[in-house]
């Protein structure tokens, strides 16, 4: 079950690229908190990086701060590896963390089943937005809805967003298959109830947009891969 607006963050301490561990305490003067799954495979992560790059950067100064986090399997997907990871924010300068949750408990308890995928918390750390970042992955130019900056807004101002919940858009996490789980590095721990997957499944649906179908793919475009 996907943690639900109005409930409080769930804490966790995972490393991150800089070589530095990384928990939600460590942020407790920040009004705003976003913990957003995240990985460097997605197209829908890649098409929305460089928006929440420079959002991140807009905000930084108004006491708003991003988490990234990727929980996923680096055996199936190689470009998901810590050693990619760190790649991958050098080269984009991430002006946030970049944590890896490689025994993939801090995804199963925040419910997360897409990247990118947004749980962004008040300064009490109560979910106020889950979600994706606004309704147009394919064209910045075509956005109506600026989901999470509206969020971002309602928040600073102290007030509940008016969408507090949209569907997250992207890839499927990718789950290490069962038997292959093995514990974190770096003494990465998260400290919440297990969250079970659905009875029957071993993980959630592909990619989707919205809700999809059982075993239903949703292809990137235009011309790209799926995810």
């Known amino acids: 079950m996907t943690l639900a607006t109005n409930q409080q963050i769930i804490p966790f301490t995972l490393p991150g690229v800089d070589a530095k561990t990384y928990s939600p305490d460590g ?7 976003a913990v957003i799954f995240w990985c460097n495979h997605c197209p829908y992560v890649r098409a929305w990086e ?3 790059i420079a959002l991140q950067r807009e905000y930084t100064g108004r006491g708003v701060r991003f988490v990234l986090i990727n929980s996923n399997d680096p055996q199936k997907y190689p470009e998901d590896s810590f050693e990619q990871m760190q790649a991958r924010a050098r080269l984009k300068a991430y002006p946030f963390p970049y944590l890896f ?12 089943t897409r990247t990118p995928e947004i749980f962004l918390f008040d300064t009490a750390r109560t979910l106020r937005y889950h979600g994706a970042p606004d309704d147009n992955s394919e064209d910045p130019q075509a956005v109506r ?17 008016v969408m507090a919940e949209t569907p997250p858009r992207g890839c499927s996490i990718k789950w290490r298959q069962p038997g292959r789980q093995r514990p974190g590095p770096r003494g990465a721990s998260v400290s919440a109830a297990p969250r ?3 009875r029957g499944r071993s993980a959630p649906p592909a990619c989707a947009r919205g809700s999809p179908r059982p075993g239903q793919e949703i292809p990137w475009r235009p011309g790209g891969s799926g995810c």
């Open 101 to 112: 949750d490689e025994s993939q408990e801090v995804a199963r308890h925040y419910g997360a």
């Open 50 to 52: 460089d928006r929440v």
């Open 27 to 33: 942020f407790r003067d920040v009004t705003a908190l």
């Open 196 to 198: 079970s997957l659905p």
């Open 145 to 161: 809805q600026h989901y999470l900056r509206d969020a971002i807004e309602a928040v600073l101002a102290g007030q509940a967003p």
